[in-house]
């Protein structure tokens, strides 16, 4: 059974920074492509940024300049560095695995930018 698991999400001010991680057990990490969705209440869940295994990067506009996705195939893990965090980014915070029609998800972690 795969599993995605992310931690790292919290509690910080505006203007403050975290990372997200998000550790996967898939047979072969490498080959997928990796996003990080959001959803807040009452909103859509929205992309954010996608890592593919060629480690080609998009990122959502609401985000760019200020988030940084990345990938570790050894450690099959992916991460989303967030800085100059702001209170519209609040929102639980979900990585996704894709390859081909094959989707798994994580179960999410809140992240909270309040001061």
């Known amino acids: 059974q795969v599993q995605l698991v992310e931690s790292g999400g919290g509690l910080v001010q505006p203007g403050g920074s975290l990372r997200l991680s998000c550790a996967a057990s898939?047979?072969?990490?490498?080959?997928?492509?990796m996003d990080w969705y959001r959803q807040a209440p009452g909103k859509q869940r929205e992309l954010v940024a996608t890592?593919?295994?060629?480690?080609?990067?998009n990122y959502a506009d609401s985000v760019k300049d200020r988030f940084t996705i990345s990938r570790d195939n050894a450690k099959k893990t992916v991460y989303l560095q967030m800085n100059s965090l702001k209170p519209e980014d609040t929102a639980v915070y979900y990585c996704?695995?894709?390859?081909?029609?094959?989707?798994?998800w994580g179960q999410g972690t809140q992240v909270t930018v309040s001061s």
């Open positions: 996704k695995a894709g390859l081909g029609n094959l989707n798994y």
């Open positions: 898939l047979s072969i990490f490498s080959i997928y492509a």
């Open positions: 890592i593919n295994s060629g480690r080609s990067t």
